[in-house]
């Protein structure tokens, strides 16, 4: 027995050194990808030396003698710091990642293939002022030169998630930085998904699509009036009549188009005497964030913000003299045509003027551990052609007929990178406006605000379109028919402009801004109509705003949403019946009832009332959509206030989706609020206990902050993925996005992934802020020092002194030309 016992000592004791040695080998290579942001390096490329000068919060101050060296540092930076996610997006665009990743990512790289955003963003170099190609060339020998070392000196592949998935990297080009500009105009664009689900509900019934799909309400809200024009303390209101996608999957679904809030206010309006500027860019979480944040020394002078890994640009940011903030535009510039094809030829399709053979061609895609897939890419005269089996494109095809798609960003001479580029020098809200006449896609709305003054202005190319083309842009169309193809792009003075308002505040949520008449509208759905409301009050509810208010309105996480929907679902609810027995269902509802009717609305982490709004509205949604759609019901995922708002205001007659078709009773809409109250309540109860005032927002909302590849292992899930209990919700300024489906419903999968706030009237006290760290390397500090900050409503100084960013520096890295 004792000697059973020493080999079984043995045994568990070689085991665990064992493990403890594997353990200690793989952090020793992992860790041989960490940057030491205090080395030096000798580099083939420059022309003088460069300093990148870290401060506390990582974030790279570049400082170089000419613009082309700084660019080079800058892809450097990039590359030191998030090589994995350059390389993901990269092969993203290229339709390259089954690859690495196998099965699971065919589906994606079809699409990829098909539009071919790499073969455009290929042309669109060559049309790039020459300014711009000095910077694309420079940006990509910096990323290389890392490469490079990370090649020659065994730094341990140049990030950990490539001794998993690749053990190559192709060196960057020019051709790199455009595509991915272009992946994030697809990123932010969910037209296709809204026509074909429009298609799909009005095949059912017109009126439906009506109801679940509503126009934007009102005239559109961009410039405030003047503030006596508001008697603060008013409340704004707004009536409603005025299945998983395979892996990196780049388009967004409907309730997670693109997202952002930015605004402005004049010198007139500011506290301090000088223009203000907030913005805040929303995006799907992941680990590390999308954004990156960092400040170049340029010849014309500092500018500082967030760029994206990959892009040599600052996006969204300020220089001495300007500052800009992007929010999506919500522009419709795609349709999907339906091609009629020749019936004794499939290879020709229809035109005005006769058949005409598709454009064709054939790519390979490999695919890791299976044989590869071979496809067949198709053009027409309006775009490439889509299978079936994306977008659900295959139920609103007719027979004999092939979708193919009509975009602004297929543009081959696309200068969107120019107008970035140039946007970063520009020294006034006059040279930003004029940079924006050669941005092509993603459609933005650019909130700018110099020392003088503020305006918003719409980048992107505008579809011009007949105005008799059927179904408006907002249904697929018949392709050959001559008024359902676009006639150009309108003019960039036809884009939306707000330049100084009278009022003092100009901004964005993604809401309507403009209420023209189609064919020159810019679009008939639009991203927010809730945000908007709150943000017009916060707006007017001070004559001079500051600094802080402007960062107490990015944190506001008061929802308009619940302010409007509550009072109507649960009017015939409220205080009525006897005290039910302890442990009853009516004693769960009356308990939530009470504890609802004193909310303001403030979706806070810490409280019980959101998540029970949450879960109530999701409930009631899916009981009254459920019998009509069927399965169509869960492309629904995010409640619509306005539809709600036209059901329990009975507008044009909405009520009758309160009536479940299916059973003989004939239920109101108090009954279905009943019911789906209870349905709601059960399932907090189930995973929250039945006492409803110790239940938490926070613990069912948290910041869903995966790492897109390790995030899905187990034990390495937990080092490599960020979750933090989250305030906000799907209609509060501090949006906090709910994923709407799957076992965790209510996690929070989209958010302002990058704060600024930006001062005039003392620069240097401008702030910033990103989701996570800078760093992609899951064993730097500086992976998600920056997450703890940002979760508190904390930023860090955004400044373009060189002395303050030398004076806090946690490195220094000097890059001298070789030779």
Known sequence: MLTAFRWLLRIVSGLLFLTLGVCALIYYFASRSLPDYDEDYAIAGLTAPVEIVRDTADVPHIFGEADADVFFALGFAHAQDRLWQMIVLRRTVQGRLSEMFGTRTIKTDELMRRLDLYGQA???????DGATRD?????????NAWIGIVNAEARGRGAPEFFLFSKEIAYWQPTDSVAILKLMALRSSSQIDAEVLRARVSLLSPDWAADLMPDGPGEGVAALPPYANLVPGTRQTRTADAGSPPAFWPVPPLSLGGASNAWAAAPSRSAAGGSLLANDPHVDFSAPSLWYLARLQLEAGGVIGATIPGIPAVLAGRNAALGWGITAAWLDDQDIRMEELNPADPERYRTPDGWKTFESRRSIIDVKDAPPITITMRWTDNGPVLP???FDLASVTPPGHVAALSWTALDPADTSMSAAIRLMSSRSIEEGIAAGQDFVAPAQNVTMADQDGIAMVMFGKMPERDAKMRGQGRLPSLGWMAENRWVGILPYANNPRFVEPEGGIVGNTNNKTVNRPFPRHVS????????VQRWTRLMQEREVHSRESFIAAQLDAVSPAARTVLPL?????????E??????PEQLRQRALQVLAEWDGDMNEHLPEPLIYAAWVRALQNRLIRDELGPLADRFTTVEPLFIERVYRDIDGAARWCDIIQSAPVETCTDVARMALDDALLELA???GRNVESWRWGDAHQAKQDHEVLGEMPVVKWIVNIRQSRSGGDHTLDRGRLAGTGPEPYLNVNGAGYRGVYDFAD???SVFIISTGQSGHPLSRHYDDLSILWRRGEYVPMSLDPDLARAAATGVTVLTPDG
């Open 686 to 688: 189930e995973r929250y």
């Open 569 to 577: 679902i649960g009017a015939d609810l409220w205080f009525t019946g």
């Open 135 to 143: 910077a694309l060339e420079s940006y990509a020998r910096g990323v």
């Open 122 to 128: 290929a042309r669109s170099v060559a049309v790039q």
């Open 388 to 390: 079936g089996s994306h």
């Open 763 to 765: 620069p240097d006290s």
């Open 524 to 531: 008939f759905a639009w991203g927010d109509t809730q945000r």
């Open 579 to 584: 005290a039910a027995p302890d442990g009853t």
